[in-house]
């Protein structure tokens, strides 16, 4: 198979799979709505899969669709981002890249951008600083902050990355021992851990009702201060605790964990790069941004 021969195609597709729209897509490429049914028909048959589900409701991405969508949004930033620096002749990004980072965002997010960053840009040299403190820029000689929570008045500019939720999680040995923890009246019968951020009232929110806070005054069986701790913790069937969606995602997927007191969440985190350039950013600084947003919103799934 030539594939070079479906690169624009498969442009075609995310365009079509983001606007889910034929029309709006060929209005976004400045082409007619028949052209672009035969790049969609032509990857489909090169892959032998279909991609994209058609019904009167509009259409739907099949599983391999999905799957070819992050690839193709990956591809996209990288043409870009090749046009921009050919156009603005800029020089091959080099040297030190210091950024800090919360515990939950480093194993699935900042990792993961960081890797892709450098085979893209080999000559980087990353130098990591992974705390739950707010470190400032300029005293701590970073170039990129990944701050969670709501951003305190800076000089420093902040690019949103998203938002995730905190779910109460236990292993499945515990809630065994203990019982099931379904309603706010049980917790106080439970072990509960409490992470750095969580030494206060507990802010609880009904999945139906996310504006109405519940303030719900607990005494913790056990603390920590880092993030990685209150996991550990839990897993080893000490008690339960609020964590961040995306930390907790995979063992619940692989059933090391499950989700307790389904019906509530803990606050809404949202997530920001903060940079220190006060005009153009880098070009490797745009597009470590990109992929922090990509693995943010992969690691992000709602369970």
């Not at 672009?36 to 899969?49: F, P, T, V």
């Not at 990129?144 to 905190?166: C, F, M, T, W």
């Amino acid at each position: 198979m030539n594939n070079i021969k479906l690169l624009p195609s498969l442009l075609i597709f995310a365009e079509v799979a983001n606007k889910q729209s034929f029309t709006l897509a060929a209005k976004q490429l400045g082409m007619s709505k028949s052209a672009i049914s035969q790049h969609l028909k032509r990857l489909e048959d090169n892959l032998d899969q279909q991609l994209l589900s058609r019904h009167t409701r509009g259409m739907s991405l099949t599983t391999a669709g999905k799957k070819l969508l992050n690839r193709c949004e990956l591809l996209q930033d990288q043409i870009d981002l090749t046009f921009e620096e050919l156009t603005q002749s800029k020089e091959v990004p080099s040297g030190a890249f210091a950024l800090t980072m919360p515990h939950a965002c480093e194993k699935n997010i900042v990792i993961p951008a960081l890797s892709q960053l450098c085979t893209e840009y080999p000559q980087i040299e990353p130098e990591i600083l992974v705390t739950d403190e707010a470190k400032d820029l300029i005293k701590n000689n970073l170039d990129v902050a990944i701050y969670g929570g709501e951003l305190k008045d800076s000089n420093y500019r902040a690019s949103p990355i998203g938002i995730v939720s905190e779910i109460f999680c236990a292993t499945p040995a515990y809630v065994h021992k203990y019982g099931p923890l379904t309603k706010i009246d049980d917790i106080p019968r439970h072990r509960l851990i409490a992470t750095s951020w969580q030494r206060g009232p507990l802010a609880i929110y009904n999945n139906n009702a996310l504006t109405k806070k519940t303030l719900l005054s607990v005494s913790f069986f056990a603390k920590t201060n880092t993030l990685p701790g209150a996991l550990e913790m839990v897993l080893h069937d000490m008690g339960v605790a609020l964590l961040p969606e995306f930390v907790v995602h995979l063992e619940v997927s692989s059933g090391r964990l499950v989700r307790v007191l389904s019906d509530y969440q803990g606050w809404q985190w949202p997530f920001y790069m903060v940079h220190r350039f006060r005009r153009e950013k880098p070009t490797h600084i745009t597009r470590f941004y990109q992929l922090v947003k990509y693995f943010f919103c992969n690691a992000n799934t709602r369970i």
